[in-house]
């Protein structure tokens, strides 16, 4: 077991506890190796009845994957490390999935990323009114991944309108909060921020329905959701064919906040990074499962964590912290689209 995971039977659950809270709870290879474990465990006792997984920081359910490391490994040429983790982290990612009983995250102030597959692959995320959640990875020239391709399209029910939000999350990496996530899907109970160790007490004793009966609050206690305050410009910008035209629907539409904000981030962010994140979410909506999706995601994540725009953009979000990556190529237009879709069919 990591340092930064504990776990514990208590009446009726499996409690699984992250406790880095100086890393915002982001995930090594011992913490996914941790967590796996315990759920292996739960699986096999035959009295625990639900897993829930908590925090001990005030700040973050968990931030993501330790992306510092990923950094160095990509930078020194240690591909094989880069996919050790991202394999441990999906078989993990897949066992809160497809775990016999309900797997419940809890989920309070930040949550990105590997936070999100710990979260948002299980069958309950009770979110508090402190919730932000993002999936940022192409700011950094990466994917959206830890079954993200498999979660994002079958938002808001699905179809047309599930894709576009998942091309608008994937692509732009805006943040959310609570009202979004119960909007979206991607949460789907609220309860007080001050009732979380109650909450979960509950669980233990009296069971996971009850205690939802007891502590769940109406979804427009969340407030207002930005996401469905614009869901019809977002799926008519985001169904469009190309990166570059929705880029021209934004353009050419109401010059507000939301699309001088949205357009700055498409123009900011890795090029090959947007192409690749809409390529990875449209094969994500025609998937079986999660499985098939988190296949696609370590074929399409190898070849861009081989690729130098993630040691770039790794270096200018997180270590030199000066948001101006150099990426390569610099335009969407000039992408290698063929690529992409030849690393997901390799697949």
Request: a negative charge; glycine letters at 8%; charged letters at 25%.
């Amino acid at each position: 077991m990591s340092e930064f995971v504990s776990s514990r039977r208590d009446g009726r659950i499996q409690h699984i506890v992250l406790d880095r809270p100086k890393a915002l709870n982001s995930l090594d290879l011992s913490m996914c190796r941790a967590l796996h474990t315990a759920l292996d465990q739960a699986s096999k006792d035959e009295d625990v009845e639900a897993v829930i997984t908590t925090s001990t920081s005030e700040k973050a359910f968990c931030a993501g994957g330790d992306i510092r490391a990923l950094r160095d490994a990509a930078a020194a040429g240690e591909h094989e490390r880069n996919h050790e983790f991202f394999s441990e982290e999906y078989a993990m990612d897949l066992a809160y999935h497809t775990h016999r009983v309900p797997t419940v995250a809890v989920i309070h102030g930040v949550a990105m990323g590997g936070g999100l597959g710990v979260s948002i692959n299980g069958s309950h995320r009770v979110v508090t009114k402190k919730v932000m959640m993002a999936m940022p990875e192409t700011a950094i020239g990466f994917i959206p991944d830890v079954g993200a391709s498999h979660f994002l399209p079958r938002l808001c029910g699905g179809g047309a309108r599930g894709l576009a939000v998942a091309i608008y999350l994937g692509t732009t990496g805006v943040r959310m909060n609570s009202a979004d996530a119960l909007f979206t899907g991607l949460g789907t109970h609220l309860i007080d921020d001050d009732e979380r160790n109650a909450f979960v007490d509950a669980v233990a004793a009296i069971g996971l329905a009850d205690a939802l009966k007891r502590f769940g609050l109406e979804r427009a206690e969340a407030g207002e959701s930005a996401v469905e305050a614009r869901i019809e410009r977002i799926e008519d910008v985001f169904s469009r064919d190309t990166a570059p035209e929705m880029i021209a629907a934004l353009e050419s539409g109401e010059q507000d906040e939301w699309a001088t904000s949205t357009l700055e981030m498409l123009r900011s962010h890795c090029p090959t990074s947007i192409v690749a994140t809409i390529e990875l979410l449209r094969a994500g909506a025609k998937a079986e499962d999660l499985r098939e999706c988190l296949d696609n995601e370590l074929a399409l994540g190898a070849w861009i964590t081989a690729h130098p725009d993630f040691v770039e953009g790794v270096r200018a979000v997180v270590i030199d912290k000066d948001r101006n990556p150099t990426w390569d190529p610099a335009d969407l237009d000039s992408v290698d689209v063929d690529a992409i879709r030849s690393a997901l069919a390799g697949n």
